[in-house]
């Protein structure tokens, strides 16, 4: 039987023992953690732990996912300030509608990648598609690490009863499934903003929101964790010797030491969002067409699926490419600041 | 005795998970700005309204309303009953019991969710031991890295991917539809199973299956690991037991308590994961069920969904929770004493 490498020691959380020993001490609620840190662990655990060491520069995996995701921004950003030659994402041209390459119909001139079933650029649409896909995972993420970050600061710091109402608040959520939570946010929201008249709320905002809400507990669980260990150490123990107040010991003393083990989940949160919105999109509940994004144009031609699969294949690349390089990037933060933790 | 009070106060602390959820998703409904009763069913006709507003008590005080919706006895208003008398809305359009369509579409969803279980652990274990034995090894890393892969590949895009393939291309099985199985009966007697059921069945749990083989390996890996340095492994190994044996009779039971906690409560996550699977392959399930609510904007119905839903979650939880507490001594002590 081959002896172990030093390599093979599993990431926190992955590992049955040092879980079972915090069960022992009382920190740990059972099941529950497992189940809830399940979305984002499940990401976090995937990756081919250890293997890389400091010192060495990142791998070629590193710089295609780096380069993968520098090429979807500056096409988003540069598609919605119009710079790029791209086709109207909204304009129908009839001989192309639903042929494209793969299709039973064969190809358009003139359509690299041909056109959906309205004849709309798939190009064009793909290209302002990023710009959607990524605002709302973003915004959806940024909103979830703010509010999510802030109550599992606080939870950790001042542990005891701030930390048993937090917790078990971010358990009602987790007692939802995900998916379900963000359908029926979706819909609370678009009906609480109908029925004020103000059905001019921009879609996308609404889906941020949903998505954010549900990751708020998701990702204060990770801040609150952090913050409960950091919050013990002497240094803590020193500000506040010195008379120093709660908030200024949060803010200047356990947050940056808190931000790396936010700044890698939030890479894995963003792929997470990325395919939520596909999801909500594939429900009839993403953005909301004419404007294009990567989950509604698979939502919108899913029926197409045998005669046009372009229409279907393309985003959902798109999809698979972006969700793997941030999982993959996400790993390579985490395994890095792991590291560095481990040499304080 | 110690175990007893534990497990009293587990339950204790659900239920109270459980009154939360419902007190956030009645509140939801509550909160929207507007009349209730327009807002719950913007399509419906004045009749239908007039019928919700009297179901809802919409006249009574908003915590008077909540006692109603829980129908708690003695201080709920007379006449109603709630959801400990087992009523759970009623779907306004068509004008059918919520519990009625749980009743047919819940046993679907669970079934789905148990044969996707199941070929999950069943192909997980085996990896799962595998990459632990050869830890370090090219197998290892090629097994970790499809996996990695996989775990890329959203649940549509592979349930989308399959159906083109297998389904469109090849045509060796059936893109949509469904066929009743061994579940549904129990709950819905109008229903028998076939054994075509099992063709309509496969893609939709491979498609559930791919993602869960990925984490429950890992989970598996990291643990195995973790118990072959333990010494009775090198005690099974110097008595000359042979390797088989020793992975899959010594190592592997003490290994899988994370694996089987994590399975267990993924049910209800799956049941929710399995709503877009579910719409793809136009399976009458939970997931379809919640879908046609969301589009139809039926909040009464939906929230009776979410109701059950994290019914079943805390139930599970508890299950898994009791489980736990019985197997392993060190918890058990651990909190006895605190």
Redesign the interface.
Known sequence: ??E??P?????VG????R??DR????SLE???V??QA?LYV??V????EG?RRVGRGLGIGAWLAIGWLAFIVIVAVLAQLGVLPLKDPNRSYVSCARRGPFSTDGTASGFLLGCDSNGRDMIARLAYGSWSSLIVATGAVLFGLVFGGTFGLIAGYFGRRTDAVIT??F???L???????A??L???LA??A???GRSSVDPKLILILAIGIVSIPLLGRITRASALSWSQREFVLAARAQGAKPVRIMLREVLPNVLPAMFSITLLGI?VAI?AE??LS????GVRPPTPSWGNI?GLD?GR??ES?HI??LP?LM??FT??SL??LGDVVRARLDVRESAV | MAALRLIARRFLQLAVVLLLVTFFTFSLVRLLPGDPAKTIIPFGSDQQRAALAKDLGLDKPFLQQYVNYLGIPVIKSEGTTGLLQGNLGRKYSTNQPVGELIKQSLPVSIQLVIYAQLVALALAIPLGVLTAYRAGTRTDRAVNTTAFGFLALPNFVLALLLSYVIGARLKWLPTAGYEPGWLDPLFDSARTPSVEHLKYMVLPVITLAVGQVAIYMRLLRSDMIATLQENFITMAKAKGVPNRRILFRHALRPSSLTLLTVAGLNVGTLIGGAIVVEVIFGIPGMGTQIATAIAAREYVELQSYIFVLAFIFVLINFVVDFCYILLDPRIRRARADA
Request: proline share 9%; net charge negative.
């Open positions: 039987m081959p172990p490498t390599d093979a020691v599993p990431p992955a590992d049955g023992n879980d079972l069960y022992a001490e009382g059972p099941g529950l497992v189940a399940n499940s990401a655990e995937s990756g081919g293997t078990s608040l358990n009602v959520f007692a939802i499934p995900a998916v379900v939570l359908l029926a979706v819909a609370f009906g609480a109908a029925s004020t792929a395919v596909g999801t594939i429900l009839g509940v698979i899913r699926l045998k699969p279907i294949f959902a999809i698979f969700v793997l999982n993959f």
